[in-house]
């Protein structure tokens, strides 16, 4: 089977599965929303909660399949190893939170509700977490499609929206953009700038509180 | 770095596959391999003779057929 038909029978499995998909995102967005509900409103006015939630478009699950095998191809004579079941985050939520301090009450809250969930966090090229993540099934929804939830400075979540478009899908005159050595740097550069106005922002509340 | 010993052998990177190759040789590196293996092994790799007219390919786990195959179509 040539490679081009294996993206043909992947898109046809995604369309089979978006119905899911949707379940499972609604599931864990309204979870989400009734279990950190008591934190908004109890949120002082310069703190945030936002959720945001996605489907995983059909040519990116299809990108992101492709980049986990060598060579970026698939092969042609074992169509049958390829589903798109394999990514873990097809359905996504995302819990934006300010100021940092309040990312490990709404973690805590949501661990309780999400108990048994794999946590994944998400790391920088240092090893150190920027973001909690969790994979696992929406009970009751579906034994097929796992979904994904995160829990993220919000400072960070926002630089990420804008930073993972332009570098991960970009456009084709900036082909290599997302392995460039010296951007790696700076976006290092952008997320420590971030952390530190979040802890500065942290310390004067507590000094002046 | 592994990048500028592969960039002073001949070896360019090939954005769409994530691979280090060179045509000249027919050899190419997988980003993983190059990833995980050390800088000496690496040399040693690049030293290898070629396989004359076919494609030699570095990678974790040996590249089956189907995949080899489609490499070599879109290498060239």
Known sequence: MPERMIEDMLRAEYFSLLPEIRKVVWQLETEIRYETLSILHSLNHYEQLIVKSRVKD????????????????????????????????????????FPRSRVVEVDGRLKGRFAGWTPDPVRDEGGIALALKYIGYCSGVSGKVRGEYQVVPMLVGLFWEVEHSAMYKPDPSLRGIGTST???????????ALKRFETGFESFVTETS | MKRDILLKAGYRYNFDRDLYINRTEKKAFSLEFVDDKPEEELVRRIQEASNGNGWKFYFNSDPPEGIRRELERVLG
């Open chain 1, 182 to 192: 010296q951007m790696k740097m700076l976006k290092a550069d952008v997320e420590d």
């Open chain 1, 58 to 97: 059909c040519e990116s699950a299809i990108r992101a399949l492709q980049r986990r095998q060598e060579g970026r191809v698939f092969n042609s004579d074992r169509p049958e190893e390829y589903s798109l079941l394999t990514l873990p985050d097809l359905a996504g939520v995302r819990v934006l939170i």
